[in-house]
């Protein structure tokens, strides 16, 4: 497991990976500059490797 974080919207948010496995994924995409952050966690879920709660302060991420 592991934690990480970053700002978004001038907001720290941290970042707790469920499996090792799932920290070690990598992922290319290109997004507008107008995208927003919800729609880039929507993206990456959509390729069906992971699964993304969010909330207020905390995002998990998972294996799908």
Do not use: M, Q
């Not at 907001?11 to 952050?37: L, M, P």
Request: aromatic share 10%.
């Amino acid at each position: 497991h592991g934690v990480a974080g970053f700002a978004v919207g001038g907001r720290d948010i941290d970042v707790e990976y469920a499996t090792e496995e799932v920290k070690n994924y990598h992922f290319s995409a290109g997004f507008k500059r107008s995208s927003t952050f919800t729609e880039v966690l929507e993206i990456l879920e959509k390729t069906g490797k992971i699964n993304i709660e969010l909330n207020e302060k905390k995002i998990t991420v998972k294996p799908n």
